[in-house]
């Protein structure tokens, strides 16, 4: 079974369609298979129509728990792509750069990014529809072999680079 983390714009929205999203998310990759580690359901949002500010008492408590979720993860599913989120970017950057998860990026039908967005070129997968995203992660993250396997091919291609790179850029 494959652990997903759903990753998503929260901030600034009304807590209600935060809640909503994240349920419905939640309920249909639960049905195909998949454990859901949800910090929307984590967190407790209420489902009411307040605009969704955490405090910073709150986000000392729920970043580290949200990192921990991550870390469980076999893959993280970010499930706002087109809406601006400092915390999905500091939530795929820490899967993608530092854990070496592989990161599926979810647009809504029809809003793929333009073929020119670094997108194309730098995430592991960018789909329009949970079904594709679904397909993707069982096919090719599927098996703890299958996920052993994506990691050693991608340490092979990126870690002597990045190695290089690191050396390059002490000055």
Not at 88 to 102: D, I, K, N, S
Not at 125 to 144: F, K, P, Q, W
Request: proline share 5%.
């Amino acid at each position: 079974m494959i652990k997903v983390y759903l990753a998503r714009a929260m901030s600034n929205r009304v807590k209600e369609d935060v809640v909503k999203e994240a349920r419905a998310d939640k309920a249909f990759l639960e049905k195909a298979g998949f454990t859901v580690l949800c910090p929307v359901e984590k967190e407790e949002v209420p489902a009411t129509k307040q605009v969704l500010i955490s405090s910073r008492k709150a986000m000392e408590s729920y970043w580290p728990q949200d990192k921990k979720m991550i870390e469980e993860s076999d893959i993280l599913f970010d499930m706002s792509p087109s809406m601006k989120s400092e915390g999905v970017a500091h939530e795929l950057g820490y899967a993608r750069y530092f854990l070496y998860r592989p990161v599926v990026r979810i647009y809504k039908t029809g809003q793929l990014p333009l073929p020119s967005s670094v997108g194309w070129f730098e995430d592991d997968r960018i789909v329009d529809s949970m079904e594709e995203a679904i397909e993707y992660a069982l096919r090719v993250h599927g098996t703890r072999w299958k996920r052993l396997k994506w990691r050693f091919n991608l340490y092979n291609r990126c870690l002597p680079k990045m190695i290089r790179t690191w050396f390059r850029s002490w000055k």
